[in-house]
C-alpha cells in the first residue's frame, strides 16, 4: 500500500482541527501540501497568506507568541529558502513554537524542475540553533511526526514528499522526536536512510541478503537532534556505513551522520543523495535513477 | 501625565540612552532618541500592561520592529519598572539582558525579539489574529524605522493585515528621513509614505512625533477606528534633544565619547 506523506498530512492536521490552539498558514500551495483540507474542516482557523513565504513565518511567529501552534506550510524550497531569515530571526532565535510543514521536498517533485526540488532544505534547517527537523518514511510516520510536533514546544521543520510511498510501518507505530528505528539487524553493512529512501534501504537489504550480505537497516525520521547512539553502535557493529537521502550529500543525513562518526567512531561511510548539484524536470523514477538514488544504488553501494 | 511629567520622564530616558551607549561604546544614539517621546506616551499612559507581570497575557504588545533602537526601548522599560535602571549600564556586554537588539528570552517586558529590519509587522498581525481568534481586546502597537520601509516584507504584511482588517494593530513610522547612508530620498525613495499607505487600503495619521498630545490623540483614535489597521507616521527627529545629533546621520550607530556624552546630559538637563 502506497499513501503519499502530503495527504497524511492533511488528514493528520484535519483530525487535529478540534485543538484551538492549531493554526495553518498556506502561501497559495494549500491545494498541492493538502493544508487546503484543513480549510474544509475549519475555515476560521486556516489562514491564507498569499505568495508571500517571509510575511507567513512572522505571522506564525506572533500566533506561537500569543499560545498558538501555527503550521506554516508551502513547498520545501520556498519555506527554507525564501524565509531563511525570518525563520532564522522569528522563530529559531526566540525558539517560538512554530512548526514549518514543507511538502514537495527533493527531486521527486519531478517535471516542475530544478526551479523547484529542494536539495539544501535540511542543510539550512539544520544550520540553526533550536531547530527540530523531522523526516518521516511513510504516512503513518507522518501523522506521527505531526503529534510529536504538536507536542513538543518549540521550532520544527517537517519535511514531506510529493510521491506516494510504501508504507513500512505497523498502525500502532508510536514515534519518538530524536530516535532512530533500526528496522533489520545485519553484520555486514549499515545502511542509515530517510524519507523515502528508507523503504528503498529495506528493499536493498533483502536483495543484500539473497547474495549473502546481511545488512542492517536504520531509519533517522529525526535528522536534528541526531539519534548518535544509534548511528555508533550500528557503526560499530557493522563496520561500514552507506546514508541515503533524496538531499544534497552537503549538510543532509549523510554529513550529519560523518559528523558523528568522525568523532565517536571513524567508519567508512559511502554517502547517496544529490552530489552537489541541482534538479531538473523528470518524472520520479527518472530522476531517482539519474541521480543515484535507486534501490540498484543502494545495493552496489553496500558492497564498496 | 501631564506635559510637566512627560518632559521630565522623556528627559531622563534620553539622559540614560547617552549614558547606556557612551558606557557600552557602541550602539545606536541616534535612532534610539527619536523614538523616545512616542514609546513614553505607550508605556506611561495609553498600554495596558502589567510591570510586575510582564507577561501578562491581556497586555497590549509592543514590538520595536527597527530593533537598533533598543537602548531607547530598553531606558523606557527600565524608566518605567520592568527592571532595575542600574542594568543600562550593562548594554550590550557579556552576559547582560540587555542584548544589542531586543531579545525577548532574555528581557523583561520585551515582546518580541528583533533586529533583523522588516520582520516585525508580520509578527504583530500574528499576535492581532490571535487576539482576534480568542476575542481578546489586547491592542498590538509595533514601530518601523522609515529606511526600514525599504524590505519587501513589509509590505506583505501591510497587505495581511489590511486583508485580516486588523484594526487591533497600529503601527507608527518613525520617520526622521535618515538611515545609515544618508537621507532616505536619496538612498531609496520610499515617498509618499501616507498615500502608499492608503493605497493599501490602512487608515493614516499623520503626526509630530515629538509632541505629546498629537502622539496621545493618535492612539486614541486608532482605538476607535475600526475595519483597517491604523499607520501612525510620526515626524520625528534623528538624535532629537541632542544639538550635535540632532538630523546628523553620523550618529545613527555611534557612541558618544565622554566629552560628548557630558556636553549632551548638560543640554538634556538644560532643557527642562
Known amino acids: 500500500m502506497s499513501i503519499t506523506m502530503r495527504d497524511a498530512f492533511g488528514q493528520a492536521l484535519t483530525e487535529l482541527h478540534n485543538d484551538p490552539r492549531i493554526i495553518v498558514l498556506d502561501a497559495d500551495l494549500g491545494k498541492a501540501t493538502r493544508a487546503i483540507n484543513f480549510k474544509k474542516v475549519c475555515p476560521e482557523r486556516f489562514l491564507d497568506m498569499g505568495i508571500a513565504e517571509q510575511d507567513m513565518i512572522g505571522t506564525a511567529a506572533g500566533l506561537a507568541i500569543c499560545g498558538k501552534i501555527p503550521f506554516a506550510t508551502t513547498f520545501a524550497v520556498f519555506a527554507t529558502g525564501r524565509a531563511f531569515e525570518q525563520i532564522r530571526n522569528s522563530v529559531a532565535y526566540p525558539k517560538l513554537n512554530v512548526k514549518i510543514a514543507a511538502t514537495h521536498a527533493g527531486i521527486t517533485v519531478g517535471y516542475d524542475g530544478g526551479s523547484h526540488q529542494s536539495v539544501v532544505d535540511i542543510a539550512l534547517m539544520r544550520s540553526l540553533p533550536n531547530m527540530v527537523i523531522l523526516q518521516p518514511a511513510d504516512a503513518i510516520e507522518t501523522k506521527q511526526a505531526i503529534y510529536a510536533s504538536i507536542e513538543y514546544y518549540g521550532p520544527v521543520y517537517i519535511r514531506l514528499s510529493r510521491i506516494a510511498t510504501p508504507v513500512i510501518h505497523d498502525p500502532n507505530y508510536k514515534f519518538k522526536i530524536g530516535k532512530a528505528e533500526v528496522l533489520r539487524k545485519g553484520k555486514d553493512v549499515a545502511i542509515i536512510a530517510t524519507g523515502i529512501m528508507v523503504s528503498k534501504a529495506l528493499e536493498a537489504a533483502d536483495k543484500l541478503q539473497a547474495e549473502g550480505i546481511k545488512a542492517t537497516v536504520v531509519n533517522v525520521p529525526t535528522i536534528k537532534p541526531l539519534d548518535r547512539e544509534v548511528i555508533i553502535k550500528v557503526a560499530q557493529e557493522t563496520g561500514k556505513v552507506v546514508t541515503a537521502e533524496e538531499h544534497s550529500v552537503i549538510g543532509g543525513l549523510g554529513s550529519a551522520v560523518c559528523e558523528v562518526l568522525a568523532e565517536e567512531m571513524p567508519t567508512k561511510t559511502k554517502m547517496l543523495g544529490i552530489q552537489d548539484r541541482f534538479g531538473c524536470s523528470g518524472s520520479p523514477d527518472e530522476l531517482l535513477k539519474h541521480f543515484k538514488l535507486t534501490v540498484e544504488d543502494i545495493v552496489n553501494a553496500a558492497k564498496y | ?272
Open chain 2, 1 to 272: 501625565m501631564d506635559l510637566l511629567e512627560f518632559r521630565k520622564i522623556t528627559q531622563q530616558i534620553r539622559v540614560n540612552i547617552i549614558e547606556m551607549v557612551a558606557a557600552a561604546g557602541t550602539g545606536h544614539p541616534g535612532g534610539s532618541l527619536s523614538i523616545v517621546d512616542i514609546l513614553t506616551v505607550l508605556y506611561f499612559d495609553k498600554m495596558r500592561l502589567r510591570v510586575e507581570e510582564p507577561k501578562w497575557e491581556e497586555r497590549d504588545r509592543f514590538i520595536l520592529s527597527k530593533g537598533h533602537a533598543a537602548p531607547g526601548l530598553y531606558a523606557v522599560l527600565a524608566e518605567r519598572g520592568f527592571f532595575p535602571k542600574k542594568t543600562l549600564m550593562t548594554l550590550r556586554k557579556f552576559n547582560s539582558i540587555l542584548q544589542g537588539h531586543p531579545d525577548m528570552k532574555n528581557t523583561p517586558g520585551v515582546d518580541m525579539s528583533s533586529g533583523s529590519l522588516g520582520q516585525g509587522l508580520s509578527v504583530a498581525n500574528g499576535m492581532a489574529l490571535s487576539g482576534k481568534l480568542d476575542a481578546k481586546d489586547y491592542r498590538v502597537y509595533v514601530m518601523v524605522g522609515d529606511g526600514e520601509i525599504q524590505e519587501g516584507q513589509i509590505w506583505e504584511a501591510i497587505m495581511t493585515a489590511a486583508h485580516y482588517k486588523l484594526d487591533n494593530v497600529t503601527m507608527f513610522v518613525d520617520h526622521n528621513g535618515l538611515q545609515i547612508n544618508g537621507p532616505n530620498d536619496r538612498v531609496m525613495g520610499i515617498k509618499p509614505i501616507k498615500e502608499k499607505l492608503l493605497a493599501f487600503g490602512w487608515y493614516v495619521m499623520e503626526i509630530d512625533g515629538h509632541t505629546m498630545q498629537e502622539i496621545s490623540e493618535a492612539i486614541d483614535k486608532a482605538k476607535m477606528l475600526k475595519g483597517k489597521p491604523t499607520a501612525i507616521i510620526a515626524k520625528t527627529v534623528k538624535g532629537k534633544g541632542v544639538s550635535f545629533m540632532e538630523n546628523q546621520v553620523d550618529w545613527h550607530g555611534v557612541a558618544p565619547n565622554q566629552e560628548q556624552k557630558h556636553q549632551a546630559i548638560a543640554e538634556l538637563e538644560g532643557t527642562l
